[in-house]
């Protein structure tokens, strides 16, 4: 059963501070992932996505891979308010563009 | 990434009845791929739409229920047919991006069946 994880949330995290978002996934030969934020009401939105274990940075966003644990995380620091949506972690996993999805993490952000 | 459309945005439909969503791309794309996401939920991938062939239906999902049209390489159709209020969700259609494996979302497509 191929699986994608994340803790539900939700995560509340003061403005300011870094919000730290994690997710597991089954399958060891996995080799692409994927951050996406999703605002209530609104579709998914690609923020990361990273292929190669360590840090990817993108502005106040980093991805973090370690296949060898298998998890993935998403930092996002000085969180701001708009912030506040669902994270979704999703994972190709066997190289048919098919993405696996985890439920996502739903992040607060309190001012 | 492609700017992406969907039609209608919402419909509130009678039981029964059959409901046809259209997804529209600006540019061509090999990979469209059709998703249901219930309330509060995740992402469920229906069916994967390649131009030219059948589409590629999920587990739990049949043609006959979830019929796809991809004409070409800048539209897709779904339509839900026979529909049921556990049809009551939001369809997503998302396109193959420029990194062969990335995925970009249209809008959606809320259904609310009565």
């Known amino acids: 059963q191929k699986e994608v994880e994340q803790n539900s949330g939700p995560l509340s995290v003061p403005e300011g501070a870094i919000a730290s978002l994690n997710c597991t996934y089954s399958?060891?030969?996995?080799?692409?992932f994927f951050w996406y934020r999703q605002y209530s009401g609104k579709s998914p939105e690609l923020i990361m996505f990273?292929?190669s274990n360590g840090d990817k940075e993108d502005g106040r966003f980093t991805a973090q891979l370690n296949k060898a644990s298998q998890y993935v995380s998403l930092l996002i620091r000085d969180s701001q308010p708009s912030d506040s949506a669902t994270y979704l972690c999703?994972?190709?996993?066997?190289?048919?563009?098919?993405?696996?999805w985890g439920a996502g993490t739903k992040l607060i952000i309190k001012p | 990434s492609a700017v992406i459309s969907q039609k209608p945005s919402r419909d509130i439909c009678q039981r029964g009845t059959s409901l046809t969503i259209q997804c529209q791309v600006d540019?061509?794309?090999?990979?469209m791929f059709w998703y249901r996401q219930q309330p509060g939920q995740s992402l469920t991938l229906i069916a994967t739409?390649?131009?030219?062939?059948?589409?590629?239906?999920e587990s739990g999902f049949v043609i006959d229920k979830f019929p796809i049209s991809r004409p070409n390489l800048t539209f897709s159709t779904l339509t839900v047919s026979n529909m049921s209020p556990e049809d009551s969700s939001i369809y997503l259609c998302?396109?193959?991006?420029?990194?062969?494996?990335?995925?970009?979302f249209g809008p959606g497509t809320r259904l609310t069946v009565l």
């Open positions: 739409a390649n131009q030219g062939s059948e589409a590629t239906y």
């Open positions: 399958d060891r030969g996995s080799q692409s």
């Open positions: 998302s396109v193959q991006g420029a990194s062969a494996d990335t995925q970009y």
């Open positions: 990273i292929y």
């Open positions: 540019s061509q794309v090999t990979m």
């Open positions: 999703a994972v190709n996993m066997d190289s048919n563009y098919q993405l696996i």
